[in-house]
């Protein structure tokens, strides 16, 4: 058990952007967001799984709509009327929350009911990383039902989704309704028992995001290579490293699609790296070769502070190193490899774990 | 003739130019009151002017507002009124600012009901009474500035307009900042922005109405102009309802000065001062903008600012032997006195650039002890400094000419890795005083279309026609406006293919050349 305050928010932010694989969004507002509820209502108690007694009731909170209206309409107190909505249509009352997510603001939306209720959140995430849809969740994966869930705006508006035949579909729906409610709500989804957040959650990426950000926040600090301090803190290895040559981007299908080049510095002199991305990153070639695909986790950070690149600051002659972070194991099964593995984004390509 | 003025923090530099000549130029210290060194810097170059010569305009580039808000001095006490209830309340207006500026200009903030969606649906209605009710209250404060930002203004301006005319009508004497006049979508950015032009009110009347008088002291009818951080020119009035447009517009004079000097219109500008080197890149003869969020004394906003890169490397930079150590401490103004070369006991850049044979400034034969290893260290390293800053600021990767300009323009070599050609024009050390005089006025517009309510093609002739618009009623002849720059962002996500257009134009002011 620990706490999020406004102390290790900014270090919280900091790892989920890493962890966020250049989608997620700025972080910025989220972080903001969250702290002012912190502020106003008070620090957040972060539960271990383990911690969880059996009889709770989790509920996954996040945001879903457009990033490019969240930073004008910025989000209010969504993900608290849709929690109470939720709440509400089952008849069960939270006992803790959960993140969605871990890239981005998402991983931070469950901190504002949270202060505000005084509920506890929980150590863990729907995907251990970012993904761009609703439905690429482990709990889903897992046989978690996604519904029913509710869907808020800031207006006083809710939806609830009963029923839907798959979790795509309630994506498809969702969707729909958060165009109607101006692009940007927040959704709850009926609660999950303890046993239920053991089984099918990534767990502990909210302590691995503030270890991380606190890894590059205290390497910065001394002067110490914050590349070498985030790989003293999860596994993983250096993909390559260099200097970004040409960014194509594109927006197709409601999606920032793709791709960076990047020219080899230092060990990699030479060599060549390209990436291609929809929203994250999902497949890394070294030289025509693949080295890294989803679901592992493709992070692209500044090689001189380590702080995360997203794929909308990408551009020409940024310094930077490219980590390649094993996927969480719930996504290398088959099952997980339906949901989220490179041949659902379109590469005719199968999964291979990078070698550590 | 025009007249170019750069005020800056250590110097105020002047320039007198007939068309594309360059008939006088002057470097003087600033003063705590900049009129002072204006006029002394305006009359050392109206000595020279020959006597058929009109001037038909004085052009001021000034860093006096941006040091205004870092000293929080002389700011107007300002409320900021955010239609958007019941959206957006978790952030209230001034949330994220430094709390000493926010004590400065008093923070008052309202919410009141309005505002848009994406698409131009309203999220509440405008009630009048909430703002009427709003604007008494900042009476009682003694609020004077007041800045109103809406949700999606960009899009659907509307209810900024209608919040104004409340306001002027139960509250005559507030100065009113629109947000969606100026900056792009962005709430808390662009609302950041109003508030600074807000606060800035008195500064900028007072400061543009002392340099009117000191060009009419001197016996000149010309009008004044002022820079703008995107290398365009706003005329006076103009600049002192939008102050905010002024900030950072010293590095892009000094761009398009460089530009100007040089011929190039695509490449890279090093402007090496006595503390800092700026770097940006030129596209069409104008600094690129920063794509994300500039903070200005510590209030992030979205203003078009120039893309550059600041390194603390310049003439003043103190270096240090063993380990080798250049800056980020310089000398500053006191260069003539600290350096080696002047007699003085602090090894600096310009020392270096002076043992190693790059310039002649001083007494050479003080800095002749230093050991030629060492002295070929440093030089390659600031060398190295100055290279690396030039290829995280190009845009593409192939080699482009790099222009120096500045006072310590002496510390670099002319074999630069990443540059095509180096070029050193004649009259570099007041490239920014030029910049500030060949400048153009131009006008921008950003705005949401969704493209299934209007085509493409309409949407480009409506955003075309309106910056043309702008750029006019900033002072532009308009037939020399031209569109130098449109650019469409599909925004993701979005259903009814609602994409982003940003227009701007850029013309010759109204006057002859």
């Known amino acids: 058990m620990w706490e999020a305050n406004e102390d290790n928010l900014e270090a919280i932010a900091m790892g989920a952007g890493i962890l966020g694989t250049g989608g997620g969004g700025n972080p910025y507002i989220g972080q903001l967001r969250a702290r002012q509820a912190i502020k106003e209502h008070g620090p957040v108690t972060v539960l271990d799984p383990e911690e969880l007694p059996e009889d709770a009731q989790v509920i996954c909170v996040g945001g879903i709509g457009a990033p490019t209206v969240g930073v004008e309409k910025v989000r209010d107190l969504q993900s608290l009327y849709a929690l109470r909505a939720i709440e509400e249509f089952t008849g069960k009352k939270a006992t803790a929350l959960i993140s969605n997510e871990i890239g981005g603001s998402n991983s931070v939306e469950p901190l504002i009911p949270a202060a505000m209720t005084g509920l506890p959140v929980v150590d863990a995430d729907g995907m251990g990383r970012a993904f761009p849809e609703f439905q690429m969740k482990t709990f889903f994966v897992y046989g978690v039902p996604c519904c029913p869930m509710a869907i808020a705006d800031e207006k006083g508006n809710t939806v609830v989704i009963s029923e839907t035949i798959s979790p795509a579909w309630a994506e498809r729906l969702a969707r729909a309704i958060t165009v109607q409610m101006g692009c940007v709500a927040c959704y709850a989804v009926a609660p999950m028992t303890a046993e239920q957040v053991r089984r099918t959650a990534v767990l502990n990426t909210l302590s691995l995001a503030r270890n991380l950000g606190d890894a590059v926040i205290t390497a910065r600090a001394r002067g110490e290579d914050p590349i070498e301090a985030i790989l003293g803190t999860c596994p993983g290895k250096i993909l390559f490293n260099g200097k970004i040559a040409d960014v194509d981007r594109r927006t197709t299908a409601g999606f920032a699609r793709g791709s960076l080049s990047i020219q080899g510095l230092a060990n990699y002199d030479g060599e060549q790296l390209a990436i291609e991305f929809q929203n994250e990153n999902l497949i890394a070639r070294r030289d025509g070769q693949v080295v890294c695909t989803v679901p592992d986790l493709i992070c692209v950070v500044d090689s001189e502070t380590g702080e995360p690149v997203t794929t909308e600051l990408l551009r020409y002659g940024l310094r930077v190193t490219v980590l390649g972070l094993p996927a969480p194991d719930l996504w290398t099964t088959p099952e997980g490899l339906a949901v989220a593995g490179p041949r659902v984004f379109g590469y005719d390509t199968d999964f291979s774990p990078i070698q550590l | ?484 720059e449109i650019d469409e962002v599909p925004l993701t996500y979005l259903p009814s293919n609602a994409t982003l257009v940003r227009v701007k134009a850029v013309g010759d002011l109204a006057q002859s050349r």
């Open chain 2, 1 to 484: 003739m025009f007249i170019g003025v750069d005020v800056g923090g250590t110097n105020t530099d002047a320039v007198l130019m007939d068309g594309v000549k360059l008939l006088a130029k002057a470097k003087l210290s600033t003063t705590p009151d900049v009129t002072e060194g204006i006029v002394a810097a305006l009359t050392e170059v109206l000595a020279q002017r020959p006597s058929d010569g009109t001037v038909d305009g004085v052009m001021v580039g000034t860093t006096h507002f941006t040091n205004a808000l870092l000293e929080r001095r002389q700011l107007t006490p300002t409320a900021v009124v955010r239609l958007c209830l019941p959206a957006t309340t978790l952030l209230p207006p001034l949330v994220d600012w430094p709390g000493p500026l926010r004590d400065a200009i008093g923070g008052f903030t309202y919410m009141v009901p309005g505002g848009h969606e994406f698409d131009g649906r309203e999220i509440s209605s405008f009630d009048a009474s909430k703002v009427a009710d709003a604007a008494k209250e900042m009476l009682r404060q003694g609020v004077r500035a007041v800045a109103i930002s809406g949700v999606f203004s960009p899009v659907n301006p509307a209810h900024e307009i209608e919040a104004a005319a409340v306001i002027s009508r139960v509250a005559p004497g507030l100065k009113i900042t629109l947000s969606h006049e100026n900056g792009r979508i962005g709430l808390l950015e662009r609302e950041n922005a109003a508030v600074l032009n807000a606060c800035l009110g008195d500064v900028a009347a007072r400061t543009i109405q002392g340099i009117q008088d000191a060009i009419r002291s001197l016996g000149l009818e010309s009008p004044l102009y002022m820079s703008q951080n995107d290398g365009t020119l706003m005329d006076a009035g103009f600049a002192a309802r939008f102050p905010v447009l002024t900030l950072s517009s010293g590095p892009t004079n000094s761009m398009r000065g460089a530009a100007f000097l040089s011929g190039v219109r695509d490449g890279i500008v090093v402007d090496v001062g006595g503390t800092s080197t700026d770097v940006g890149a030129l596209v069409k003869g104008f600094p690129r903008e920063a794509a994300v969020a500039v903070s200005i004394a510590g209030v992030r906003t979205n203003f078009r600012m120039p893309d550059v890169l600041s390194i603390p490397l310049g003439g003043g930079s103190v270096i240090q032997d063993n380990p080798l150590r250049i800056g980020p401490d310089s000398v500053g103004y006191r260069l003539t006195e600290e350096a080696l070369v002047f007699g003085g006991g602090t090894l600096t850049g310009t020392d270096v650039a002076v043992a190693g044979g790059l310039a002649q400034v001083g007494d050479s034969a003080l800095v002749q002890e230093l050991a030629h290893s060492f002295v070929e260290q440093a030089t390659l390293e600031i060398q190295h400094r100055i290279e690396t800053a030039i290829d995280q600021v190009k845009v593409s990767a192939t080699d482009v000419p790099v222009v120096l300009v500045g006072g310590g323009r002496i510390l670099a070599d002319n074999s630069l890795s990443g540059a095509s050609h180096v070029l050193r024009p004649e009259h570099g050390d007041v490239a920014n005083a030029i910049g500030a005089a060949i400048a153009q006025v131009g006008g921008q517009v950003e705005r949401v279309y969704s493209l299934e309510s209007t085509s493409r093609q309409e949407a480009l002739a409506e955003a075309r026609a309106e910056a043309i618009n702008k750029a006019v009623a900033a002072g532009a002849k308009r037939d020399t406006v031209e569109v130098v």
